[in-house]
């Protein structure tokens, strides 16, 4: 790996779904970036860049930068509260 680029994961689950992508992008780059450069919203076109993002289970801002490992997360909105 070049230290120029950072390795990350974007993915998204839904029932009977399951879309990760592997993927390095620049140092510097933000969640945001990460979600375009996976092109998920290309390949699943019922998503939207509204759905709430994450990294490692906690919630962020599209702005948020990458740190190297990173699991961007995508979540869908809850239907019904889970307590």
Known sequence: MDLSSLRITVAYCA???EDISELQVPRGAT????IEASQL???RPELTIAL???IWGRRCSV?????DGDRV???RP???DPM
């Open 15 to 17: 029932p009977g779904v």
């Open 31 to 34: 969640v945001g970036d990460a």
């Open 41 to 43: 919203c290309l390949r």
């Open 52 to 54: 709430d993002p994450g």
């Open 63 to 67: 702005d948020q930068p990458l740190a």
């Open 73 to 75: 997360e995508l979540y």
């Open 78 to 80: 809850l239907i019904i």
